[in-house]
């Protein structure tokens, strides 16, 4: 028995009829209107405050001891792997060590490069961040295991974390925060321009970045591939020495995010 | 990002209380809690059930429609379609007339002690 398929399109018992063809209806812009000036008796629009997230105490309750207290959490890309130290490992500026060539920089990545498969890492404060590469399959926790063992030594050994030459080499933060603010201006910004977005350096703490995204980008799902494959690029070619890159924006603060609306003037 | 069946709100107000039932808004959408017990009087503590039955982009609790509302500590457990339940604790915060209060949080990632 010919299934209810072949009877509609191969001639069965009945043939379709033509679909009559009708002019396009206008299609509607998508495009979203620069924001009206509110009118009078109009409600204004409400804010969203976000309450402080407390940690897990059974993730926090003490050992006891002096042993040093490392946890790990996996990213969700499954790339990256943060391990927090309960100490400052680094404290002032961080070190981000982009390859196992660069290693020198920092006899703690050292150690840490000695790990199959460790293709970075970065040391921010009480947070070392390892990458790995994409070609390791398997879970993490034998990894982690290792490396926390590693750095659990080094830092107990009290062991330099980077190298004096590394140290030597560091631009303070004002010639920084000008060569930053350079291709932001000249190269990043003109970029997200097209999307109406756009970034601002909030400030530079010893080698460590801070940025704050706004227009198009605040609250766009797509902010993290922005930060990872454009903006950290374009800051480390300007700036080798720099450390960590953080986004400190709000990405669903505001009344516009995910941009409904055009911001004024755009 | 799963469904949300449902999730238990537990909220102690501080010192400035909120004036008139609370209800929590879904996407948008405001919705009254079930099975309601305690207030939002100063010092008081709420327990309630949401039951949005979607999915979360914003989960919020109508903030005060005059003055602050000062919130001292609430905490909330999820509990998503076709997985385990999770909960969230959330420190003091001042919601005033023009705000409401998030809510929502998306599960945590995962810590292991190494």
Redesign the interface.
Known sequence: MPSWFSKVFKGGAAAPKPIEKKAPAPVARARPTAPKPPEENEK?K?????????P?ES?SASEGGDKI????????DQQSCV??VDRPVLDGFSVWIPTAESKADSPLAEKLFEVDGVTSVLVHNFTITVNRSPLVKGDW?SM??D???RI?EHLESEATVVSDSFLADLPNSEIIEAKLDTVIKTEINPGIAAHSGAISLSRVEGNTVYIEMMGGCQGCAASDITLRQGIHQAFREAVPQIGAILDTTDH?AGTNPYFTELPVGM | MPRLDTFDIKLTTGDTPLQGPLKFIINGFPLEFENVSGGTGAGETFEATGAPGSFPH?L?VH?PEEGDWE?K??SVTYHPAGEEPYS?????????S?????IW?DR???????
Not at chain 2, 108 to 114: A, E, G, I, T
């Open positions: 204004p409400r804010t969203v405050v976000h309450a402080p997230i407390l897990d993730l207290r490392i946890k790990a959490r996996i990213e969700p391990i927090l926790e982690i295991k490396l926390g063992g659990r669903t | 914003s919020l903030g919130v500590e609430f969230i604790r959330f420190g003091a915060v001042t919601v005033d023009a705000s409401d209060l998030n949080s945590p990632l995962p810590v292991m002690n190494v």
